[in-house]
Each structure stands twice: as C-alpha cells, then as structure tokens.
C-alpha cells in the first residue's frame, strides 16, 4: 500500500508565496534557501503542504514507500521541520542551542525564525543530510 504523501509537480515559490502569514512566508522561503544550499537539491512539494528535499526509501506499517529525506511546512502554528530530529534516537546536543523550539517525534517545531540560531539550525541540517561542515576543523593528516 503507498503512502498518500507523494511528490507532486506543483511549484514550490507558488505554494510559500501563498502562505497567508507575511512572516511565515518568508520563514518558508528562508528554509527553502538554507536547505537547498545545504543539500544541494532542488526543492520538491510533497502533498499539498511540504516541501521536501531528496528522497529515500522508507518503511513502515504501510511497507517500503519513498519519503524526502528532510524538508519543512510552514504551518499556521508553527515551522515544522522534518528530518534533523529522530524522537526514537538520543537528542542531537545541539537542540539545546537552537534556541525556541520543540520537538516531536520525527520533528521540530519552530513558532519565530528570528527567536532561534540559524547557525546551529544550519548545522542540524548538515549533519542529518551528511553533508562536511565548512566550519568543522579538519582532522590532521
């Protein structure tokens, strides 16, 4: 059975120009730019209300169904990002430095952009997409 989450055609800058919240939608399009820089991949809608970037596969009670690897929706409440936060795993440390936030099972909830630090935001999302931070002393030869 597949999940009812799919990757979808609709354009990304649409939907978060649409957003009605004047703040959210540049928090949304804030996300959008930090996580394709980061990762490198284009930004993708998934359903009607998420953006996400790469895909993977994913199993659950549902089978084995593809899923983005991180992404993020720009709901009423809150921003909520998907991907840089495991509730199954141990706490990454560096929540404790993001700033106000909180969590979920599988994400993050943010309720004001300009009320975390998007330095260690940017970090959360380089480790969980892999990607070598630029900032990291490199190891010596």
């Known amino acids: 059975m597949a999940i009812a989450t799919q990757p979808t ?7 978060l120009d649409a957003v009605p919240d004047e703040r959210r939608r540049a928090e949304g399009h804030a996300i959008r730019n930090l996580m394709e820089s980061v990762t490198g991949e284009p930004a993708v809608m998934w359903g009607a209300s998420m953006v996400g970037f790469g895909s993977r596969p994913y199993t659950n009670t549902t089978g084995t169904n ?3 690897v991180m992404g993020f929706s720009p709901r009423k409440a809150a921003l909520t ?43 959360l999302v380089r480790n969980a997409w892999g990607s070598p931070d630029p900032d990291a002393n490199p190891s010596p030869s």
């Open 9 to 15: 055609d609709e354009d990304v800058t649409a939907f």
């Open 66 to 68: 593809e899923w983005f």
């Open 81 to 123: 990002i998907y991907g840089i936060h495991d509730g199954y795993g141990p706490a990454d440390p560096l929540l404790t430095d993001l700033g106000q936030h909180t969590t979920g099972v599988g994400c993050v909830y943010i309720k004001r952009l300009d009320r975390i630090d998007l330095a260690v935001l940017e970090r």
